[in-house]
């Protein structure tokens, strides 16, 4: 579906002085420097996966992302994605992906919705059966009824953005880029564009790269995670394989029948306490959550029990200061 190998991409930035002299001077003699945002990057992504292509401000993901799509030309490397190489058959290339980034929009501000999907029908020349076909479902499953006569600039973000979504979708992709897809959206909204994201990757196999600092949209939707830092690819597995290596501890709160005096457990470090409830972490490699359990009921009259894995966050912290950006 997806091979990229070796990319690199190095862009001129002009280098910008302080005071009116230096201002002056570089009207006549510009000074530039290289960046380079993206250094050999090569991975491979089969049909009908969901892929997290995470990273901090200037990683590289945007650049990525927009070799991927034809924008961007790199300076060294091969892309091909569906048999296509995006920046030399662009025209036929467009036709099967769809992109949806979340600070740009694709529908025109001052019409009704509909009329921007009836002008994407006409660009992309999709039958009409199709098209309605697929109008009927986005709007079904991504709740459009109401927004279809809707001025695009009346809508809220929420409501926007679930019509970005169902733009890129009209001509059938087989592979959507979803550039921070959620990004502004209230927790309604955010879970209707995750469900949605789930469902057309299950019933039609779309294939999916999200870019996002989002993590619980990673951690609802990728199967596997890309990390880029400073124009590098640093990690490529799945998010299991993330928490068998920095998530082993768990957190346990337990509240129970008041008592004044902290209970110490064998295997478990004591985070918080009070006369009713208590927090312990859990390390999995030095006990069982099953066995600190138990000796926490021998020494408490136990009223609940919860216990949370490490949050995403805190396991891809771990992964950036590891690899130092």
């Known amino acids: 579906m997806i091979t990229v190998d070796g990319l690199c991409k190095t862009f001129q930035v002009p280098v910008r002085q302080a005071g009116l002299g230096q201002s002056v001077k570089s009207l006549f003699k510009r000074e530039h420097r290289e960046i380079q945002a993206l250094k050999d990057i090569s991975f491979t992504i089969p049909a009908g996966e969901i892929v997290g292509y995470i990273g901090p ?3 590289g993901k945007s650049t990525t992302i927009k070799v991927m799509s034809g924008i961007l030309v790199p300076d060294k490397g091969q892309c091909s994605i569906m048999g296509y190489v995006p ?3 662009r025209v036929r290339y467009v036709k099967h992906i769809g992109v949806v980034f979340g600070q740009r929009s694709q529908l025109w501000w001052d019409v009704p919705v509909i009329d921007s999907f009836e002008l994407l029908q006409e660009i992309y020349k999709i039958p009409l059966p199709e098209y309605r076909s697929n109008l009927r479902l986005l709007t079904e499953i991504l709740e459009l009824g109401d927004l279809l006569s809707s001025p695009v600039r009346q809508l809220s973000l929420g409501q926007r953005m679930r019509c970005e979504i169902a733009a890129s979708l009209l001509h059938s992709p087989q592979l959507l880029f979803l550039d921070e897809p959620t ?3 209230d927790a309604v909204s955010k ?3 995750r469900q949605f994201i789930k469902t057309i990757n299950k019933e039609k196999g779309l294939t999916v790269i999200l ?4 993590m619980n949209d990673i951690e609802a939707l990728a199967d596997r995670l890309l990390l880029i830092g400073k124009g590098s690819l640093l990690y490529d597995g799945s998010l299991a394989d993330l928490r068998s290596r920095f998530g082993m501890s768990k957190t ?3 509240d129970f029948r008041e008592q004044s005096e902290p209970a110490a457990v064998e295997g478990a470090s004591l ?3 009070s006369p009713g409830r208590a927090v312990y972490a859990v390390h999995a490699e030095e006990a069982l959550i099953s066995d600190v359990i138990s000796r926490l009921s021998s020494r408490l009259e136990l009223l609940d029990v919860a216990i949370e894995a490490q949050p995403v966050e805190e396991m891809i912290i771990k992964l950036y200061k590891e690899y130092q950006i």
């Open 271 to 273: 985070l918080s306490w």
């Open 211 to 214: 870019t996002t600092h989002d």
């Open 57 to 59: 401000n200037g990683a």
């Open 183 to 185: 990004i502004g959206l």
């Open 252 to 254: 346990i709160t337990v």
């Open 87 to 89: 920046w030399k058959d």
């Open 191 to 193: 879970l209707a564009v």
